[in-house]
């Protein structure tokens, strides 16, 4: 446990993951990593992460299709102890897009994410966003 933690932080784990996400590796190696990552993640406290590695590590974990529901429920956990003005608008359409995907409903979070779209700035929003 306080290995883990020693070594990999927040950020870590979603490059990590991110970057097996992209990468063109093949199921074995995502079914491998993932599951170990997912771990990983749920050893740091909901303190230790920020808006962007919430949203990369959903943002990944949906892009390979592993919709690991503990670590959903953590990484949830994560965001709802955080501010609405630590959120872009980039950040909302990953998170809400993940969940989306897996077909998982948290209308905590999703009140949450509500709020924090709702304080940001319409010159905030990019098209990609919108899009998401």
């Known amino acids: ?20 996400a992209t990468a063109p590796v093949g199921e074995d190696l995502i079914d491998k990593v993932f599951p170990v990552m997912a771990e990983v993640a749920m050893m740091l406290g909901p303190f230790d992460f920020t808006a962007q590695s919430v949203a990369n590590i959903l943002n990944a974990y949906s892009k390979v299709g592993r919709f690991d529901k503990a670590l959903f ?5 994560a965001a709802l102890s955080m501010a609405a003005s630590d959120f872009s608008p980039q950040h909302v359409a990953n998170i809400v897009n993940a969940y989306s995907k897996a077909g998982f409903k948290d209308p905590v979070l999703f009140s949450h994410m509500s709020a924090c779209a709702m304080e940001s700035p319409p010159e905030a929003f990019s098209l990609l966003a919108c899009a998401n």
């Open 1 to 20: 446990g306080d290995e883990a933690r020693g070594e990999f932080d927040a950020q870590n784990c979603a490059n990590i993951v991110n970057a097996y």
């Open 73 to 77: 429920d953590h990484l949830s956990l």
